[in-house]
């Protein structure tokens, strides 16, 4: 059975910094990304990372201040959030793609299992 658990939100001041944890059981994914919504924007993709090319790929508003990386011995996908801004503020979502691909995946259509969600509040 396929399970991802997200952890390490939090309420935190502008220019703080958080990482966020995913746990994985049940199988291995090529892809693995971070989403984030809130009331206003919708879900959208903030980090990718494709484990056939070992390749990321960041959206342009946290690129330079977020980092996605994945420890294979445990399982686990990161998202290290550097300088936190309040427009951070989001619900942050792990995700996992079943897709065979070396193309980057940034719709949220394209993954097939997500986390519960963790909550990121940044205040300034």
């Known amino acids: 059975q396929v399970q991802l658990v997200e952890s390490g939100g939090g309420l935190v001041q502008a220019g703080d910094s958080l990482r966020l944890s995913c746990t994985t059981s049940g199988r291995a994914f090529n892809t693995m990304a971070w989403f984030r919504q809130d009331p206003g924007k919708g879900r959208q993709f903030v980090a990718i990372l494709n484990t056939l090319t070992n390749k990321t790929y960041y959206a342009d508003s946290v690129k330079g201040r977020f980092t996605i990386s994945r420890d294979n011995a445990e399982n686990t996908l990161y998202l290290q959030m550097n300088n936190l801004q309040p427009e951070d503020t989001a619900v942050y979502f792990c995700?996992?793609?079943?897709?065979?691909?070396?193309?980057?995946?940034?719709?949220?259509?394209?993954?097939?299992?997500w986390g519960q969600g963790t909550q990121v509040t940044v205040s300034s």
């Open positions: 995700a996992a793609s079943l897709k065979y691909t070396i193309v980057v995946l940034i719709s949220a259509s394209d993954y097939h299992y």
